[in-house]
Nanobody
């Protein structure tokens, strides 16, 4: 059974940095895509970026390009989201998700981790 567990959320001042982790287990993720999303109160879920688990190619939404970086650990069981120059608008619950490459929908989601950026 696929399990994704996010961690690393917390409260950070504007301008600060934070690293989120997504621990993935339950299968080999070769041929899968892992992604980060977030959802702020009263807003729709927002795609931030993704990484191909095989090859490591990344893609980012324009809203976070240059500030957020997605990477994977050497053991290929953890995905990271490094966030810099955080602003209050980055306050949200952050989720990781996965899907098979070529699929239209993400099939597995973590429970989320709260990030709060104070001004």
């Amino acid at each position: 059974q696929v399990q994704l567990v996010e961690s690393g959320g917390g409260v950070v001042q504007a301008g600060g940095s934070l690293r989120l982790s997504c621990a993935a287990s339950g299968r080999s993720f070769s041929g899968y895509i892992m992604a980060w999303f977030r959802q702020a109160p009263g807003k729709e879920r927002e795609f931030l970026g993704r990484i191909a688990w095989t090859g490591g190619n990344t893609f980012y939404d324009d809203s976070v390009k240059g500030r957020f970086t997605i990477s994977r650990g050497n053991t290929r069981t953890t995905m990271y989201l490094d966030m810099t120059n955080l602003i209050p608008e980055d306050t949200a619950v952050y989720y990781c998700a996965t899907k098979r490459t070529g699929s239209t929908s993400y099939t597995n989601w973590g429970q989320g981790t709260q990030v709060t950026v104070s001004s």
